[in-house]
T-cell receptor
Framework: KNEVEQSPQNLTAQEGEFITINCSYS?????LHWLQQHPGGGIVSLFM???GKKKHGRLIATINIQEKHSSLHITASHPRDSAVYIC??????????FGTGTRLTIIP | NAGVTQTPKFQVLKTGQSMTLQCAQD?????MYWYRQDPGMGLRLIYY???????DKGEVPNGYNVSRLNKREFSLRLESAAPSQTSVYFC????????????FGPGTRLTVT
């Protein structure tokens, strides 16, 4: 079965800390997505990647195809980064399969 | 550009009632999707439309119907609502079906009593 697992489920950190959220998947993929869901419910796409690394501001996403693993890093975390971060993958040419999300809380 | 818009934002239905959730996008995207989000579960695909004039079932289609009215609009209909359909519903769009970034609407919170 095609599965996506995220860890941790919940993460609380102090402002300024370096954050890492992990995503692992079961079989080969064509793309992996990182999404952010704000407390108000809206969902925003952060990254789509199939290899290597992408960076946008304080956010960095990496993927290791051989190990079937991706990480989302946040540098110099800020309370406004508090959100649910969702990993989703395209297994082959299939539609997106979503992880259950990591709830991140950054304390001032 | 408004992106992806959904109406209504909130809805309460009684069991057996029907309703249609509306979705529209102004990005000239070919593909559109309906998802539901339930506590403790990832987003699950209900139906999708790869291009104007086509619709296909996703992972959880039972109890729902869809219409791709034109390239912009994709509606989701609950013919006879059940409490199990209490959920948050998201519409999304993308350039195509092959892995592309998806753009999400703000969601509709539906409660069926």
């Amino acid at each position: 079965k095609n599965e996506v697992e995220q860890s941790p489920q919940n993460l609380t950190a102090q402002e300024g800390e370096f954050i890492t959220i992990n995503c692992s998947y079961s079989v080969g993929i064509s793309a992996l997505h990182w999404l952010q869901q704000h407390p108000g419910g809206g969902i925003v796409s952060l990254f789509m990647l199939s290899s290597g690394k992408k960076k946008h501001g304080r956010l960095i996403a990496t993927i290791n195809i051989q190990e079937k693993h991706s990480s989302l890093h946040i540098t110099a975390s800020h309370p406004r980064d508090s959100a649910v971060y969702i990993c989703a993958v395209n297994f082959g040419n299939e539609k997106l399969t979503f992880g259950t999300g990591t709830r991140l809380t950054i304390i001032p | 550009n408004a992106g992806v818009t959904q109406t209504p934002k909130f809805q309460v239905l009684k069991t057996g009632q029907s309703m249609t959730l509306q979705c529209a996008q102004d990005m000239n995207h070919n593909s559109m999707y309906w998802y539901r989000q339930d506590p403790g579960m990832g987003l699950r695909l209900i139906y999708y439309s790869a291009s104007e004039g086509t619709t296909d079932k996703g992972e959880v289609p039972n109890g729902y119907n869809v219409s791709r009215l034109n390239k912009r609009e994709f509606s989701l209909r609950l013919e006879s609502a059940a409490p199990s359909q209490t959920s948050v519903y998201f519409c999304a769009s993308s350039e195509g079906i092959q892995p592309y970034e998806q753009y999400f609407g703000p969601g509709t919170r539906l409660t069926v009593t």
